[in-house]
């Protein structure tokens, strides 16, 4: 019996034995970089525990506006200490006289450092080439002065760019076929998702110091600078953002107290967004949070910015006459308007003074015979389907620049296209009537172009770290119908008109440093709470169309201003930079 159980025993602990030899193996062989579920990097674990690390750049790639200026980042060549020189004596004097700051402040934030730092009381200290030179050259142990990539708190173009997220499920879905580590991020949403195939990191860029158990130096180790093994990487994503002109937006949505909604610049020639801005603003701690969305990518009720759609079928069909008036005092039904007694107008007049009943009457005219004319014409200009650069990037086909952008509705119900009010509703831009921010500024800009219609782009290349092209977008033309050079000359008269009429909605807008052309649209979005969203979009200047805009606020009420005051403000901003600043474009 005791000969049995010590046999037993004798085996367990062999088993026993054998499965810690096999699990050190494991530790120690086999999953020194990928550790557990949790993808442990065992090696670089135990450097970090004999070492003090200063992450320079986490290696994802970055953003730049078109000028090669930086969005969401600073690269600052700043102090870096490390925490051990609180207990060494070092030339601290030498360094505070470089740097020009007092000797007591650089001892006082050593004293207070767990980890190595960024000198700076605010932000970190900008170094000039000559001080990095300098405070270098003194060979002093945890005194460095490098580069390093610092990210914007408050980042320009929030929702466009998007953020990034270390969710396990949703590198999953990303990267299905990869095994990514815990500390690597990938692209939650905007152009970081879109992009991420590009953007993901290579490798960190960081400074690497090894230190005894009491946290001081290993004397006769020198610093250790990593970096990607890809000297290629980072990437740099160039977007045409203008930068100048996207902070200059920003400042005045918020200066107008738009809480949902926004402005979109794109362009003309290029067809390419200058500036996008969305409120509410992006929210970090919940991500379901309303101001994560894209606004100006989120189809919204137009209002009279739709009467352009049967402004254009109206002048295709011939219906809309220069000697033909329209009883402008009666409402869409019928019945006498009395809010709005415009008398007898013209075609022109109406369109300037956006005359419900007169686009009504056209379109019930125009839909006897054609029901899907409508849909037709916002086909032909652009605002049906999405207005995204859409096309084969390498092994992703289609590519989209704006991944989250909606395509317009018309029509929910096809029955409803031979309902004569349905149709009157529909025509100012109400009923089911449904468009993007995005697509009536493309819009604007095909009218501006002659009937033109282009894919929007908000990134025109992607570049390797050393300035090599990885993909250029090239120009590329929204498909289906176009409207007629003729039809789009006389939408840009009518569009003028708007500003140029006395009574015209858009007269706020006459004496501006740009002629402008554009259209205004107010529409019902709740009747019980009166809330509206107000439009105004158009281009300028009107004989040289060089910008496409559209400024917007949703669910707001009739006592907030209408959207010319904010559109009138970023005509001035655009036109000041488009003429007091020429070297800054010489950079591109």
């Known amino acids: 019996m005791i000969r049995r159980r010590m046999k037993g025993m004798a085996i367990f602990l062999i088993v026993l034995l054998l499965v810690l030899i096999a699990r050190l193996v494991q530790v120690q062989l086999v999953s020194t970089e990928s ?53 060494m004596t070092w030339p601290s004097d030498k360094v505070a006289g470089i740097i020009k700051v007092p000797e007591q402040q650089l001892l006082d934030a050593i004293k207070e450092a767990k980890e190595p730092f960024a000198f700076g009381e605010t932000k970190p200290i900008n170094l000039t080439p000559a001080q990095s030179s300098a405070i270098n050259e003194l060979k002093i142990p945890g005194v460095f002065a490098v580069r390093e990539k610092f990210y914007d ?35 939650s949403y905007g152009l970081q998702k879109t992009f991420d195939d590009f953007l993901l990191s290579e490798g960190e860029s960081k400074l690497v110091f090894h230190v005894d158990g009491f946290g001081g130096p290993l004397f006769g180790v020198d610093v250790k600078y990593v970096e990607p093994a890809n000297p290629m990487y980072p990437v740099k994503v160039v977007t045409t953002l203008d930068k100048r002109m996207q902070e200059a937006a920003e400042r005045l949505v918020d200066a107008h107290k738009i809480e949902k909604g926004g402005l979109v610049l794109i362009d003309i020639e290029t067809n390419e967004v200058r500036a996008l801005v969305s409120r509410p603003r992006v929210s970090k701690e919940d991500p379901n949070h309303i101001g994560n969305k894209n606004m100006m990518l989120m189809r919204e009720t137009p209002g009279s910015v739709f009467k352009v759609i049967v402004a254009a079928a109206a002048i295709d069909s011939e219906i809309a006459n220069s000697s033909r008036t329209f009883n402008c005092n009666l ?74 952008e909606e395509s317009g509705v018309i029509w929910h119900n096809d029955d409803l296209k031979k309902d004569k009010k349905m149709i009157a509703k529909t025509a100012i831009g109400q009923q089911d009537v449904q468009v993007t921010p995005l697509a009536i500024a493309n819009m604007m800009a095909t009218i501006a172009r002659g009937g033109e219609k282009e894919m929007v782009k908000t ?97 707001t009420n009739e006592s907030t201003p209408g959207m010319t005051r904010v559109f009138a403000d970023m005509v001035k901003e655009i036109h000041k930079l488009d003429n007091t600043d020429s070297s800054y474009e010489s950079k591109e």
């Not at 390797?464 to 990885?470: A, D, H, L, Y």
């Not at 740009?514 to 509206?532: D, P």
């Open 35 to 87: 550790y557990s579920k949790h993808h442990i990097n065992l090696m670089e674990a135990s450097v970090n525990q004999r070492s003090q690390i200063l992450k320079l750049d986490d290696g994802r790639g970055v953003f730049y506006d078109r000028y090669e200026t930086p969005l969401a980042h600073e690269e600052i060549p700043t102090l870096v200490l490390f925490p051990f020189l609180k207990s």
């Open 153 to 187: 708190k408050n980042m320009l173009a929030a929702q466009l760019i998007g953020t990034t997220t270390q969710s396990e499920s949703v590198k999953k879905k990303l990267h299905p076929e990869r095994e990514l580590s815990p500390e690597i991020r990938v692209g």
């Open 331 to 404: 409402r869409i039904d019928g019945s006498p308007d009395t809010e709005y007694e415009h008398g007898l107008l013209t075609f022109d007049q109406s369109f300037s003074r956006s005359c419900n009943r007169t686009f009504a009457e056209l379109a019930q005219e125009m839909s006897v015979e054609n029901p899907d004319i409508l849909e037709q014409y916002a086909g032909k200009l652009g605002i049906k389907d999405t207005s995204s650069w859409t096309g084969p990037v390498y092994h992703i086909d289609p590519f989209l620049q704006f991944d989250t």
């Open 459 to 555: 990134v025109s290349k992607v570049e390797f770290n050393n300035g090599t092209t990885v993909y250029d977008f090239p120009k590329n033309n929204l498909p289906g119908d176009t409207l007629s050079p003729y039809t789009a000359m006389k939408l840009q008269r009518l569009l003028r008109g708007v500003v140029t009429d006395p009574e015209g909605t858009g007269i706020f807008l006459k004496d501006l440093p740009y002629e402008i052309a554009g259209k205004s649209g107010t529409a019902q979005t709740n009747i019980e709470k009166k809330e509206l969203n107000k439009w105004f979009a158009g281009y300028f200047p009107f004989k040289s169309p060089k910008y496409a805009m559209v400024a917007v606020s949703f669910d």
